[in-house]
């Protein structure tokens, strides 16, 4: 005879021969020490995995995410455990909306100054980008305009932040648990790359 009953850790039917009755034994799924009851909770003809004595040391291969629960039960609290492990796919979503909020931003600031922007594009097809880029250093600080400054850190920082995202997102989707973040960032974090290169070579 066997008795049956739900692990009081986890809550996954187990079952033990009913010499272990009110002793001590070990869930297959979390691996705590319960205690059998002294009767079925189960219906007899229902198949669960067989637990272990307390006393006894696991053998390879039966505790772990590989046990499967029978009769459709949920899968084990231990399988779900490396969910957590896959945080670079987070830190990926995390930079690439970081790099697009910095484009968003750089947006704003280079929106008073379109007519300055699109006069030094044409001046740069004119003479070039570093004379360009000389002639709207002011002659009293000898330093570009404070706005323009901004703007270009707001720029570099939207790239690095991008390109950091794109890296952790390839790491990220090595790993099964959380890919749909790494997938989100290497999507996400393409964006502003994409738009600054393409802006760099059509400007």
């Known amino acids: 005879m066997v008795i049956r009953f ?9 079952e033990v021969d009913d010499e272990w009755a009110q002793k001590p034994v070990g869930c297959p799924y979390c691996r705590k020490t319960v205690t059998a009851p002294a009767a079925s909770t189960f219906e007899v003809g229902t198949a669960v995995p067989m637990a ?6 696991p053998a390879m291969g039966t505790f772990g995410p590989t046990s499967a629960p029978a009769w459709g039960a949920p899968m084990p609290l231990t399988a779900l455990a490396p969910a957590s492990a896959n945080t670079i796919a987070v830190v990926a979503l995390i930079l690439a909306c970081t790099a697009l909020s910095l484009l968003v931003l ?3 600031l280079a929106l008073p100054h379109a007519a300055e922007l699109q006069a030094h594009q044409e001046r740069a097809q004119e003479v070039g980008v570093v004379k360009a880029s000389m002639e709207l250093v002011d002659e009293g600080s000898g330093r ?3 706005w323009l400054i901004l703007l270009s850190l707001t720029q570099l920082a939207a790239i690095l932040s991008g390109l950091a995202a794109v890296i952790c997102a390839a790491l990220g989707l090595r790993r099964l648990p959380r890919r749909g973040y790494a997938v989100a960032g290497l999507a996400l974090g393409s964006i502003p790359i994409i738009m600054l290169c393409a802006g760099l070579l059509t400007g």
């Not at 739900?6 to 187990?14: D, R, S, V």
Request: glycine share 24%.
């Open 6 to 14: 739900p692990c009081g850790a986890c809550g996954q039917p187990i």
């Open 52 to 57: 272990r004595p307390a006393s006894e040391p």
């Open 106 to 108: 750089g947006g704003f």
């Open 144 to 146: 570009p305009p404070g």
